[in-house]
């Protein structure tokens, strides 16, 4: 692996380079990664910065150490704060919302949440606003908010509302019990979970199938699925065909012709199997 990428700070966001992926570690993990208004700031700065990199085709977002993320920072993010003048709070809390569910839910590069351990209130942000995300079936989750007297505000409920039922989004809302990796899995707030000493080795043989796909593709796909969810049916309809239309124009290696050349004509792959060689139409491998 490559040494990390010079980013503002460099200290709070670990970068690793590694074919094609990039591992974005939240980087405070005495602190069980709680995510003060410093990390936020560096971590929005990372993905602005990962966007165009060359290096990055795909991110993983996860914890160093034994956390993924302990949630907002209470002391530096809530405590601190609250003698700043309102100007100053919205701010710091449009940064911290900005990276978790902004740039994450339209990033135009595929993006994971690996969650390897402790995630708790804020950080549910990001695990839902990345594309996929995999958990160690050891992780700890919690809505931990009413806990200590608050409710899972910065979009933290609309995000558990995206992807969990009523029914488990409220119970553990308002119960505020941990539940492990499998159960995450099992409510699909994650897709799947595995044991923490494959949880790296499944996310980069994830990470790799992705990026063998066709970018511009999946580039459109990702970004249609986001937004159909609030559409109507004709206006979806009308929506994707120009999307389509759209694709067809800009995609830089003409994935649809070859794609129907090689199973039609040469008959070396079946769209339904598995994807066309990408090598064959030019197109990178990285
Ligand atoms: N904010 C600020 N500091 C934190 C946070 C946090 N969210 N989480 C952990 N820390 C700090 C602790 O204060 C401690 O600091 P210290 O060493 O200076 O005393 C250090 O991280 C280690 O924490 P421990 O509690 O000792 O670690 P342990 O492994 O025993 O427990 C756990 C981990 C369960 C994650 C625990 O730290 C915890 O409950 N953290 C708070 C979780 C939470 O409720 N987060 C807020 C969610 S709500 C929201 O995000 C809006």
């Known amino acids: 692996m490559n040494d990390p990428i010079a980013t503002p700070g460099g200290k709070l966001v670990l970068v690793e380079f590694d074919d094609g992926i990039a591992w974005v570690s939240l980087n405070r993990p005495d602190k069980r990664n709680a995510m003060n208004p410093a990390l936020n700031a560096e971590m929005l700065g990372v993905l602005d910065a990962l966007e165009t990199d060359e290096r990055c085709g795909l991110v993983v977002v996860t ?9 907002m920072d209470l002391k530096e993010f809530f405590r601190e704060s609250d003698r700043l003048a309102p100007e100053a709070w919205l701010q710091i809390s449009r940064v911290a919302q900005t990276w ?3 740039r994450l839910r339209h990033y135009p590069k595929p993006t994971i949440a690996m969650v390897n351990g402790w995630c708790f209130g804020g950080a549910f942000n990001s695990v839902v606003s990345c594309d996929l995300a995999i958990a160690a079936e050891e992780a700890v989750f919690g809505l931990s908010e009413v806990n200590w007297g608050i409710i899972p505000a910065g979009n ?10 009523a029914r488990d989004g409220l119970y553990y809302t308002l119960t505020g019990e941990t ?7 099992e409510m699909k707030l994650v897709n799947i979970a595995v044991p923490h000493a494959i949880l ?21 796909a990702k970004h ?21 239309d759209q694709l067809r124009l800009t995609d830089p290696e003409g994935g649809r012709n070859e794609g129907m050349r090689q199973f039609l004509d040469d008959k070396t792959y079946r769209p339904g199997l598995g994807g066309y060689q990408r090598d064959k139409s030019g197109s990178s491998g990285a």
């Open 179 to 185: 539940f492990d990796g499998s159960r995450a899995a």
């Open 156 to 165: 933290v409920l609309k995000s558990v509302a995206s992807v969990m039922s």
């Open 224 to 244: 249609a699925f986001r937004r159909v969810g609030a559409m109507s049916w004709d206006d979806s309809d009308d929506y994707l065909a120009a999307k389509l």
């Open 63 to 71: 914890g160093a150490g034994d956390a993924y993320s302990a949630g």
């Open 200 to 220: 790296r080795e499944h996310t980069r043989a994830l990470a790799r199938t992705l990026l063998s796909k066709n970018r511009a593709a999946v580039r459109a």
């Open 100 to 102: 978790q569910i902004d």
